[in-house]
């Protein structure tokens, strides 16, 4: 259609005062759909259509209708319909940059189907530009009969209305972006902290008018800190991409899934019934993080979840999610990978143990930690035990001396690298200890220190082995035992086996403690330079009631002298498990049955009495 000059356009009296109406709406409305209601009525009223609606271009290409307004019993249903570009007389419109009317619609080649189907009889197709940059297309409608021509004056009026449109409509998808970038995680996709919280509030405000129960669900990856030091930052952020996909896939569509911090997500799920639980959820959580990270690797149980439900557990968001995270605290003292809905008396254990944690961090400054020390024995009287495993006990002001077994689980649960400090503190003792004792040409022949897998993984571990190593100048390397669990292993092969082989590289030897507890303890022994195994004490405890305890230990004793490693007999509590363990082919003893934990003077007074052989 040809264009009008402004001289005809000012005497279209009618057309003026809806471009002005339009005008005013760009000005007043600060909400697009209100703006393109005014903008829409007015587009509609010059060419005295039916319905008007805008056909986005999307960023990959293709074209979607977006808002309708007018006839919306017609229209409505097509809200998010999509096609291709090269599809129908918008694509036309936009590729020849001119407005396009197609008065016989239902007979035109390029019409689509569906709208035939709804009764669309003529289209009046107006290209909307920013500049040179097509933004999509204002498709005003006819349901009735349609005028044979539109006067080329009332075009000109609607295609400046829909230019008005396009810079409003562009506006709103600046705002729409931005508002998504705000409320959005940039690494996962989800929703970050403030947008997951908002959506929370919302659901808040919407139950407590209507009603109805939903989970807030705490989600914390175990350990992210060790996959990070031991994989680096690439890694662990593709790490977290493939959480946040599993988790959203494992959600229904209505629920509401964000990352609210490094390693923590929080999830907001409806229960459909008055009585529902989320455990069909939880379940398929914890199956969809049990992540293999490389085929060797075996199983990491990432997640350990906390549950608070609305309204039974809190009507307010500060309520909700401090229990949700009392509830997730819980799993990780138990020891991770599993959920737990909160109840009420977990909250005295939580704190309990923070407070726990905070007074052992603090009782080392106050040398109220101590290491006792208990023999690992040789059955063959030829040869005397001198072997020691060093253990933390806590000399706690007013109480009787705590073992490693009350107090360890709640630092370690505590997280903040507080189980790091207390195994450096542990090692540099232990170690310092036997170079004294071997200056002074006395005490055991070598030690062994449990260390934890976050610290025996962390970039920090083998630096500050070196240098405790290098402060000793009496003790050889070898006369340390790094003693690491088998569940340290099954999580996270590959850094352990590195760090194994770098230990070895200073002379240290590694034992695998509680062997036999993992389902993959033969992968482990062959793909892991260890010296020696422990076999785990519940084995050898059982060993006169159940037969395959009986075959697991004959099983584990026969593989160790083929490989060559030393085998270590834990949880001989009574003098009576020798007899079978001797038959079994076990040289090496520890338990209550041969010697009690004991300080280092005591050591030395057993070792020097001659009861370390038998």
Not at 32 to 52: K, L, M
Not at 305 to 317: E, K, S
Not at 381 to 388: C, D, I, K, L, T
Not at 489 to 503: D, H, I, L
Request: proline letters at 4%.
């Amino acid at each position: 259609m040809s264009d009008v000059s402004l001289h005809e356009l000012l005497h279209h009296a009618s057309g003026i005062d809806a471009l002005l109406d339009v005008v005013d709406a760009l000005t007043l409305e600060s909400d697009f759909e209100s703006f393109f209601t005014r903008a829409a009525n007015a587009a509609r009223d010059v060419v005295d259509g039916d319905g008007v609606a805008i056909v986005a271009l999307r960023e990959d290409g293709d074209l979607e209708y977006r808002f309708f307004h007018g006839v919306q019993q017609l229209l409505g249903g097509f809200t998010g319909f999509r096609f291709s570009l090269d599809t129908g007389t918008v694509g036309r419109a936009l590729s020849q940059r001119r407005t396009l009317f197609e008065p016989d619609y239902p007979r035109s080649e390029e019409a689509l189907q569906p709208f035939i189907e709804v009764g669309l009889r003529a289209n009046l197709i107006l290209p909307m530009f920013n500049g040179d940059q097509p933004v999509g297309a204002l498709a005003i409608s006819w349901f009735r009969e349609p005028p044979e021509a539109i006067e080329p004056a009332r075009v000109t009026l609607a295609d400046k209305i829909a230019q008005q449109i396009a810079v409003v409509f562009q506006r709103h998808l600046l705002e729409q972006r931005l508002r998504h970038q705000a409320l959005s995680d940039g690494l996962t996709g989800l929703c970050n902290r403030a947008g997951i919280m908002q959506r929370l509030e919302q659901r808040l405000a919407s139950r407590e008018r209507h009603g109805g129960r939903f989970a807030v669900i705490l989600l914390d990856m175990n350990d992210l800190k060790t996959v990070n030091d031991a994989f680096g930052h690439t890694f662990a952020d593709a790490l977290l991409r493939d959480c946040g996909s599993r988790l959203r896939e494992m959600c229904r569509r209505d629920d509401d899934v964000g990352r609210i911090g490094g390693d923590e997500f929080l999830i907001v799920a409806d229960c459909e019934a008055q009585w529902d639980t989320p455990l069909p959820l939880l379940q398929r959580l914890l199956a969809a993080m049990s992540i293999a990270l490389e085929p060797h690797r075996g199983k990491w149980p990432l997640a350990s979840i906390g549950v608070a439900m609305f309204p039974d557990d809190g009507t307010d968001l500060e309520t909700l999610l401090h229990r949700a995270d009392v509830a997730m605290y819980a799993v990780k003292a138990a020891g991770k990978g599993d959920y737990c809905l909160y109840d009420p008396a977990l909250e005295a254990r939580v704190r309990y143990a923070e407070r726990t944690a905070r007074e052992v961090l603090a009782a080392i400054g106050r040398d109220e930690l101590a290491l006792y020390y208990q023999p690992i024995c040789h059955l063959a009287a030829s040869e005397s035990g001198r072997a020691v495993e060093a253990l933390v006990r806590w000399h706690k002001p007013g109480h009787e001396v705590l073992t490693a077994g009350e107090f360890v689980p709640e630092v370690e649960a505590a997280g903040l690298g507080l189980i790091q400090e207390l195994d450096r503190w542990v090692l540099k003792t232990a170690v310092s200890q036997l170079d004294a004792w071997w200056h002074q040409g006395r005490g055991p022949d070598c030690i062994h220190v449990n260390i934890s897998g976050t610290y025996f993984v962390s970039k920090d571990f083998i630096t500050e082995l070196r240098g405790v190593l290098a402060r000793c100048a009496s003790m050889p390397s070898d006369a340390l035992v790094i003693e690491v669990t088998e569940t340290t292993v099954m999580a996270n092969t590959a850094a352990v086996g590195e760090t194994v082989n770098a230990c070895r590289d200073l002379g240290v030897l590694v034992a695998l403690d509680d062997f036999g507890t993992g389902y993959a303890s033969l992968t482990h022994l062959k793909i892991l330079p260890v010296d020696m195994v422990k076999v785990d004490a519940a084995f050898v405890l059982d060993l006169f009631d159940s037969q395959s305890s009986w075959a697991i230990v004959t099983g584990i004793f026969a593989m160790t002298r083929a490989m060559g490693l030393k085998a270590v007999a834990e949880g001989v509590e009574t003098r009576y498990h020798q007899t079978p363990l001797r038959a079994l082919g076990c040289d090496w003893f520890q338990g209550f049955g041969v010697a009690e934990p004991m300080d280092g003077a005591a050591l030395l007074s057993w070792l020097e009495a001659g009861r370390g052989g038998q």
